[in-house]
């Protein structure tokens, strides 16, 4: 199965016979066949059909839709996953104090093991004292982790976990120094603005998976349950970062396939009625703020939960990939998630796309019993 990405700005979808046909401004219709497809991504001003969204609820192909700066917007998928006994397992873990506690211990273990590895890999080439340091902290973390107690330390452990990570992380950039943190909203570089970008990519094929599994997606342990929030879907990416996206960002600046003129600084348009004054009109909701911050949780011994991932309080413009550019980045994530390694469950070589399916449905024989503990995919 594989997934097709639309990025040509003003293209239109509709539905030809027993295919699709994409056209993208002057140039001659391309047909798109769905029986080998299970995702289509449809990213920025893009426009699609009700008889070819229908095709494709018929073919079993989720459609997703990207803003052009990588943001979520929605799904479009069939029927809910007829396992209802399978989410009612689900639910009753969630009173489960020990099960919560050790599967988010589980999905940090992963995140963090990958995390240490890739730092290390880093410190072969570059021995600085910054990285050795944030070596031995991030190992330090890694080892407290086992003798956290309740939930609220281990997602302590996992935010400063991170945090130590992305200041090893810079300097795995030859070349490189405008990456001093994580920044997503907005992402403030070319490297925040990668990551985030397919970070998003990666949620979207986890949700997929999860939803395959015929789990409710929005049943965690590691990430809180909120409104609105896949915290199952956040979990079990968080093993992935890293083995996909944090390893596939320093190959696309080392090697040069992205470079700065890949890049544009975005300024919107002011939202400023004429005489000066905010227009109320773009804000029905009410909730007209300057800039977006967000509330932090106590953590024991002062760590930060989710440092990893720092909002900006400041103005500051986004950063974002040029049309051509990001077919690239999608060219290469894709080449990324069809890399090959020996996948120890199966015992034989599997890719990134069917080992996030297969840790899905692993998850979801924990939920039933099968297995004792959840084993996330680590770096070697």
């Known amino acids: 199965m594989s997934v097709i990405y639309v990025t040509s700005q003003g293209s239109h979808i509709s539905k030809q016979g027993r295919h699709l046909s994409l056209k993208v401004k002057d140039q001659e219709p391309c047909s798109i066949l769905t029986f080998k497809l299970n995702q289509m991504v449809l990213i920025g ?15 079993g192909v989720e459609l997703v839709f990207l803003s052009y700066d990588g943001r979520f917007i929605g799904r479009v998928v069939g029927e809910l996953p007829k396992n209802v006994f399978l989410r009612r397992q689900q639910y009753a873990k969630t009173e ?4 919560m506690k050790e599967t988010a211990r589980s999905f940090v273990r992963g995140k963090l093991k990958n995390q240490l590895v890739l ?24 080892r407290r982790l086992e003798a956290a107690s309740t939930i609220k330390q281990i997602r302590g452990y996992e935010g400063k976990g991170s945090a130590l990570f992305f200041r090893g992380f810079r300097e795995g950039f030859v070349n490189r120094n405008d990456f001093r943190k994580r920044v ?31 789990l409710d997606p929005y049943l965690g342990s590691l990430h809180a349950l909120e409104y609105g929030r896949p915290s199952l879907v956040l979990d079990l990416m968080e093993e992935f970062r890293t083995i996909v ?6 190959s696309l600046f080392n090697l040069r396939i992205l470079a700065d003129d890949d890049f544009y600084v975005y300024y919107p348009e002011e939202s400023a009625a004429e005489d000066g004054e905010p227009d109320i009109w773009k804000d029905p909701l009410g909730q007209m703020v300057e800039g977006e911050t967000e509330g932090e949780e106590g953590c024991p011994e002062g760590l930060v939960e989710h440092e990893d991932e720092i909002a900006a309080t400041e103005k500051v413009y986004p950063v974002r990939l040029k049309e051509k550019s990001l077919k690239k980045l999608l060219h290469q994530f894709e080449r990324k998630m069809r890399t090959k390694f020996f996948y120890e469950p199966l015992g034989r070589p599997i890719d990134y796309h069917k080992a996030i399916y297969e840790q899905a449905r692993q998850y ?17």
């Open 364 to 380: 979801s024989r924990l939920v039933r019993g099968e297995v004792a503990e959840y084993r996330p995919l680590t770096m070697q």
């Open 119 to 142: 730092l290390k890999r880093i410190y072969r080439n570059r021995k600085t004292a910054n990285l050795e340091r944030v070596i031995h902290d991030l190992a330090s973390i890694v």
């Open 45 to 59: 001003n893009v426009e699609i059909t009700t008889s070819a969204v229908k095709h494709l609820l018929y073919s």
């Open 96 to 99: 489960d104090e020990g099960f």
């Open 245 to 250: 996206v944090d390893t596939l960002t320093l």
């Open 184 to 214: 997503r909203r907005p992402p403030t570089d070319p490297i925040n603005a990668v990551l985030s970008f397919c970070y998003t990519l990666l949620m979207n094929r986890v949700y997929g998976a999860v939803y395959a599994a015929g």
